[in-house]
């Protein structure tokens, strides 16, 4: 089965080059049909992804759209993996990065995610693997919260299962380590209490989700709140 990576940006084009295959661009998406797709899109392409039936899906994208996560849009008619934990491609270029995998765990698709990953933990759950990302990225917009209050704030509302808790914290501490832009922003607004610098950073994925995510958590309705989403 051909592989492909279906976005050419930064991560998508490091994914295939570490593949030695075709990154496609959103004017590309056609080509997808009947391919093993790593999807390094935003989440506002989610609902065209599977239009075009490609065979298997091995998704990146940790953003939420219209209240969906990636799964909700693409497992219907798709078979599908989600990656979680943090994974940049200034990082990926370098060596293999530990990563978490969840959904349809089939030998030839964990074989090429073990090309350029390292796999550390593996759950047949892709949405709580997406839904650890999409929580750390908004979780990362309030620069003043405690991190046991947002480990709380999980395990009250049973929010992450053990592999995409574990996700979550490895991503969560890095994005930190890092900088991350949805750290950095956060902080910034934090300092400013502006959003003027969202251009600066280009996308900030937590930032986006904000008016997407139906969660009705105290943490995340403080931060929809505070950036009055």
Same mark, same amino acid.
């Given at each position: 089965?051909?592989?492909?990576?279906?976005?050419?940006g930064?991560?998508?084009?490091?994914?295939?080059?570490?593949?030695?295959?075709? =990154?496609?661009g959103?004017?590309? %998406? !056609?080509?997808?049909?009947?391919?093993? #797709?790593? *999807? +390094?899109?935003? =989440?506002?392409?989610?609902?065209? %992804? !599977?239009?075009?039936?490609?065979d298997? #899906?091995? *998704? +990146?994208?940790?953003?939420?759209?219209?209240?969906?996560?990636?799964?909700d849009?693409?497992?219907?008619?798709n078979?599908?993996?989600?990656?979680?934990?943090?994974?940049?491609?200034r990082?990926?270029?370098?060596?293999?990065v530990?990563i978490?995998?969840g959904?349809?765990?089939?030998?030839?698709?964990?074989?090429?995610?073990?090309?350029?990953?390292?796999?550390?933990?593996?759950?047949?759950n892709?949405?709580?693997?997406?839904l650890?990302?999409?929580?750390?990225?908004?979780?990362?917009l309030?620069?003043s919260?405690?991190?046991?209050?947002?480990?709380?704030?999980?395990s009250?509302?049973?929010?992450?299962?053990?592999?995409?808790?574990?996700a979550?914290?490895d991503?969560?501490?890095?994005c930190i380590e890092?900088?991350?832009?949805?750290?950095?922003?956060?902080?910034?607004?934090?300092?400013?209490?502006?959003?003027?610098?969202?251009s600066?950073?280009g996308?900030?994925?937590?930032?986006?989700?904000?008016?997407?995510i139906?969660?009705?958590t105290?943490l995340v309705?403080?931060?929809?709140?505070m950036?009055?989403k």
């Amino acid at each position: 089965m051909e592989v492909k990576v279906l976005g050419n940006g930064e991560l998508g084009s490091v994914i295939s080059q570490l593949l030695k295959v075709e =990154a496609l661009g959103a004017n590309q %998406i !056609t080509s997808i049909k009947n391919c093993i #797709i790593f *999807n +390094c899109t935003p =989440a506002e392409a989610l609902p065209e %992804i !599977t239009k075009h039936q490609p065979d298997f #899906i091995i *998704n +990146c994208c940790k953003g939420v759209h219209q209240g969906k996560l990636p799964t909700d849009y693409l497992y219907n008619n798709n078979r599908l993996v989600s990656i979680g934990g943090y994974y940049k491609a200034r990082h990926l270029a370098n060596a293999k990065v530990p990563i978490y995998v969840g959904g349809n765990l089939q030998e030839e698709i964990l074989d090429i995610i073990k090309k350029i990953f390292s796999i550390e933990g593996t759950s047949n759950n892709s949405r709580n693997i997406e839904l650890a990302g999409i929580l750390k990225n908004i979780y990362l917009l309030d620069y003043s919260l405690k991190f046991e209050d947002i480990l709380k704030e999980i395990s009250d509302h049973n929010l992450l299962d053990e592999q995409a808790l574990r996700a979550f914290i490895d991503d969560y501490k890095k994005c930190i380590e890092y900088k991350s832009r949805n750290y950095l922003f956060g902080k910034i607004f934090h300092q400013t209490n502006k959003v003027d610098h969202l251009s600066e950073l280009g996308l900030v994925e937590g930032y986006n989700s904000l008016d997407h995510i139906t969660l009705d958590t105290p943490l995340v309705n403080k931060i929809k709140k505070m950036y009055k989403k």
